[in-house]
């Protein structure tokens, strides 16, 4: 190789590398799934895509800042102006249950005690809609009705027993949250299975 390729090599190299970071930077983030709070729709262990900048709509999955230094994953529910309740299990925004059916089993695996490295869960679940979107919860809860103040979003983890949501920190303001997830770009349980079935869901 000539000098002047060489040259040309790092400069191709180095306008990449550029090319990458601004993309990482103002395009999307990667944020890990720690918890089963998403369940069955994020898994523990795996790894998201998401979209920076893109307004998020009742029924995206929505990555959150909380100013405590972690990035939160939960399913925006409602928008401001709306009003939340659960009961019995079961979501209702502005008075009208959203539940459109039962979906099928749930399984996973989640981290475990030290003494059990990963513990394997099964629950069964319940298909939402809101307009034309449709996701799988597992149910559970119970939450006062609520309305969301004006400039804020409603969030609620899909695995509704076992989730630190707006129902415990209140709903967060809309300007917090910093994309919308788009899919799973790498799934390991704890138990160590890499998961290659999920890789490359869409949300």
Not at 39 to 55: C, D, N, Q, R, S
Request: proline share 6%.
């Amino acid at each position: 190789m000539t000098e002047p390729d060489r040259g040309r090599g790092w400069l191709l190299a180095v306008a990449l590398f550029a090319a990458a970071l601004a993309l990482r930077t103002w395009v999307f983030g990667l944020v890990t799934v720690p918890t089963a709070s998403m369940a069955p729709t994020l898994l523990p262990g795996e790894i998201a895509l998401y979209w920076k900048f893109v307004e998020p709509t009742p029924g995206d999955v929505v990555v959150v800042d909380r100013d405590d230094g972690v990035l939160h994953i939960k399913r925006l529910v409602a928008d401001g102006g709306e009003e939340v309740e659960i009961a019995a299990g079961r979501l209702y925004v502005n008075g009208a249950a959203i539940a459109a059916g039962e979906g099928a089993p749930a399984s996973w695996s989640e981290p475990g005690r030290a003494e059990d490295r990963c513990r394997e869960r099964q629950s069964a679940t319940v298909v939402e809609a809101r307009a034309a979107r449709r996701w799988t919860v597992i149910p559970g809860g119970e939450h006062e009705r609520e309305r969301a103040p004006e400039d804020t979003i409603f969030l609620l983890g899909d695995n509704r027993a076992s989730s630190s949501d707006s129902r415990q920190w209140g709903p967060s303001p809309r300007a917090a949250a910093r994309g919308v997830v788009a899919a799973i770009v790498w799934s390991r349980s704890p138990c160590g299975e890499i998961r290659l079935d999920r890789v490359g869901s869409l949300m």
